[in-house]
């Protein structure tokens, strides 16, 4: 795929550089703030200050999740780019949580280098990075040099450049002895832990191939009718994901989730693969730039071949879940339940955990017991399934894995961030839209 950066027209004073953006952290941490190791944390009691960064739904909900997996947390800072977005989040969180609460006039930051500000913080332990996913990789390397432990959301990027970035955020973490885990929360729910484990004994003999899916009869995920106030860059940013550079398309966005099952059971990531997909149902303008559904064979060591399948079209059938095909019998697995069918027959029968409170908990304990989890490497690792799987059905090319990890130059990030003129990058089409 290939898409040239924009340069954008700007209205207000609120305007960062590529460059700045890009290498902010870089530049300010290594003179003010690497080196700065993560607080000690004795005692299971001890207060761990968190601060969020990027206040929509999502990040509310993460906030609300941290909040309430652990004693002794409160929320210190929050970063946005829009006011009424904070203020709609704060006000949530202040009624569910009127003592853990602490966000003054002080600790609220807004615009493309808030995220900088909160880093900065002496008192800040935790940063929840729910920003869309085009500025993670950036943000992840900002908070990593900062000294921050980190929950962020999935993907971990949307272009093979910022899975790189990933990559070598993960080291530096390790360095550091920093804390690292991400919103997979399956990765964290019993019923799928229980099944994975099943795998891995050898309890479906050897595994041959798979399916997963992210069939969705919805079309106006976080979709919101644009203002006539609002420049091209607030309502892609309002809309984000829409827009490819934001959200790397739903199949990277939402159906990662499935596919870090696939990985995850067959204990790698794919090869190579090839992918089709579509703007059929979903085709006006004021759906950006996205594609309505996709359709991705992956093929993995061995041979083993797996179809990743998903689509947002309303009024269409729904079906989210994983399958798993071994010699001995198949799995299949949802956020609801989770079974084994064949020779070592298994169904999950004790009640269903959500992931999304167990996450935050697992994160603050193995901070408070100074046992680092960094989960960064591997989610930029499914990340970069599904943006070559993205890639492939764009440009209706094959593509290997090494090729695309070694060698692709697509960067989706923009010559300059700031409010204005942002002209929507071309639908891409099979054929035409070229590989980079």
């Not at 607080?39 to 509310?60: N, V």
């Amino acid at each position: 795929m290939s898409e040239g950066r924009h340069t954008i027209n700007t209205d207000s004073n609120n305007t960062v550089s590529r460059r700045t953006f890009l290498k902010a952290g870089a530049t300010a941490s290594a003179a003010t703030l690497m080196g700065s190791a993560p607080k000690a944390f004795a005692r299971g009691s001890d207060t761990m200050r968190i601060a969020l960064i990027g206040c929509g739904s999502r990040g509310t909900d993460a906030a609300k999740n941290c909040l309430s997996s652990s004693s002794g947390v409160e929320l210190v800072a929050m970063a946005d780019m829009f006011p009424d977005r904070m203020n709609a989040s704060l006000a949530a969180l202040r009624k569910e949580f009127p003592q853990k609460i602490k966000v003054g006039p002080e600790t609220r930051f807004f615009g493309f280098d808030a995220h900088q500000k909160v880093i900065a913080l002496d008192n800040v332990d935790i940063v929840l990075l729910c920003t869309p996913p085009g500025f993670r990789p950036q943000m992840v390397r900002a908070a990593v040099e900062g000294g921050k432990h980190i929950f962020m959301e999935k993907p971990g990027a949307v272009d093979p450049t910022g899975v790189r970035s990933l990559m070598d955020s993960a080291g530096m973490a390790d360095k550091q002895g920093l804390s690292i885990v991400v919103g997979t929360q399956q990765r964290w729910q019993p019923h799928y832990r229980e099944i994975i484990k099943r795998i891995q004994d050898g309890q479906l003999g050897q595994i041959v191939g798979g399916q997963a899916y992210w069939h969705w009869g919805h079309a106006h995920w976080h979709f919101e009718k644009r203002k006539p106030e609002w420049s091209d860059m607030e309502w892609q940013i309002r809309c984000w994901p829409y827009f490819t550079w934001l959200s790397g398309d739903h199949v990277v966005e939402q159906h990662l989730h499935n596919m870090d099952i696939l990985n995850w059971a067959i204990g790698s990531h794919p090869v190579s693969c090839m992918g089709f997909g579509g703007r059929q149902a979903r085709t006006g303008p004021e759906y950006g730039n996205i594609f309505d559904h996709f359709s991705v064979e992956y093929e993995y060591p061995g041979g083993i071949r797996v179809t990743s399948s998903c689509s947002q079209i309303e009024g269409s059938s729904s079906r989210v879940g994983e399958r798993v095909v071994g010699s001995k019998g198949w799995t299949f697995t949802t956020r609801a339940n989770g079974k084994i069918e064949g020779e070592n027959a298994f169904s999950y029968e004790k009640k269903i955990v959500s992931g999304l409170v167990e996450e935050h908990a697992g994160l603050i304990k193995s901070i408070r017991n100074n046992q680092p989890i960094n989960e960064c490497r591997r989610l930029a690792e499914t990340t970069m399934t599904m943006i070559i799987g993205r890639m492939s059905a764009y440009t209706g090319r094959q593509l290997k894995w090494n090729w695309a990890m070694r060698s692709s130059k697509l960067d989706l990030s923009l010559a300059r961030y700031a409010m204005g003129d942002l002209p929507v990058g071309p639908v891409a089409i099979p054929g035409k839209t070229k590989l980079s």
